[in-house]
């Protein structure tokens, strides 16, 4: 009976520990707070040529050689058309209103036909306007340093090469991002 108690006991105590060591790998996804679950991603929407359009497949994705973040959303329009939309900022916090004009800062738009990597773009007589309402430091972890971005954004151009025209207005974009150094 006793060597019962003590293999009890020690299974106990090894679930225990194992538990202890989970929960202290859980808290490397926590702001310093540990309130707020620091997980890459976003959330991207608009009204694109008068139909709304909420992005499903998102990425968040870090430019260092531009100090720059953006997030990109694809949608696909046909089986062999992909449509994406991509909002640039710089790394440096800022809030306000800007234009593609402005250092750093872009609303890009492609349709991209089969398996190409690019597609042709809507950038005759562009204009665009950024406005970011949010740019706040979440915490950091070690040398890992977690940032979140609201804003809204709108865009207007001509196809490159053609007359079709692009309108995007209303859209939104909030996302994570981190960075390390």
């Not at 020690?10 to 997980?39: M, Q, R």
């Not at 706040?136 to 490159?160: C, H, P």
Request: a negative charge; charged letters at 20%.
């Amino acid at each position: 009976m006793r060597n019962k108690l003590n293999i009890v006991q020690y299974l106990g105590l090894i679930i225990t520990v194992f538990a202890s060591i989970i929960c202290i790998s859980c808290v490397k996804d926590e702001d310093p707070k540990g309130n707020v679950n620091l997980k890459v991603g976003g959330n991207l929407s608009g009204f694109v040529n008068g139909k709304q359009i909420n992005y499903e497949e998102s990425q968040v994705i870090v430019y260092g050689l531009s100090n720059t973040v953006g997030i990109i959303g694809r949608e696909r329009a046909h089986p062999d058309t992909t449509n994406q939309l991509r909002i640039v900022i710089p790394l440096e916090p800022k809030t306000g209103v800007f234009d593609h004009q402005d250092n750093g800062f872009d609303v890009n738009y492609e349709v991209i036909t089969f398996n190409n990597e690019s597609g042709y773009g809507f950038n005759r007589n562009k204009t665009s306007k950024i406005e970011i309402t949010e740019y706040e430091k979440l915490g950091s972890i070690q040398d890992t340093t977690y940032y979140s971005v609201k804003g809204t954004f709108e865009r207007a151009g001509m196809l490159n090469m053609g007359n079709d025209m692009l309108s995007i207005t209303d859209g939104e974009f909030d996302f994570i991002y981190k960075i390390w150094f």
